[in-house]
């Protein structure tokens, strides 16, 4: 676990574009269950990929015109709970941080793992996106 004055940085780096921090299951389980309408969910990490990339790639996307109703994050290594519990709704995919993924009408349709993040720019991810949330998006 990290201490939360090391990652308060990487957090507010979301949560100043508007994402919810979900600290606890009980916040996921609200959020992603049976939840009409969509959902950005960031799996946030103190890696050189969640900097460089994956946040920098969820705030440029959501510039989009057609973009998620919410936009929620957890932090691996920080609220380990949480992210246990967010890791069980984007099963199949084995855990992943960072990771991205796009829910609808409470399922997931879109997911980014980390090699999809990792070694590609911000709008390569950005773009990735915004093609989903072309598709999904109201």
Request: glycine residues 6%; aromatic residues 6%.
């Amino acid at each position: 676990m990290y201490p939360p004055e090391l990652v308060k940085p990487m957090a507010q780096e979301l949560t100043e574009f508007g994402f919810q921090s979900l600290s606890t299951p009980e916040e996921v389980n609200n959020i992603l269950e049976n939840n009409e309408g969509t959902v950005l969910l960031v799996v946030n990490s103190v890696c050189g990929c969640a900097a460089a990339n994956a946040r920098p790639g969820a705030k440029i996307a959501i510039q989009n015109s057609k973009k998620p109703a919410k936009l929620v994050t957890v932090f691996a290594g920080v609220n380990a709970e949480a992210t246990s519990r967010a890791r069980d709704y984007l099963l199949p995919y084995p855990p992943s941080s960072p990771a991205i993924a796009l829910f609808k009408d409470g399922s997931l349709v879109h997911m980014l793992e980390r090699h999809h993040i990792e070694g590609r720019s911000a709008h390569m991810i950005a773009d990735n996106l915004v093609m989903a949330f072309n598709e999904y998006c109201d």
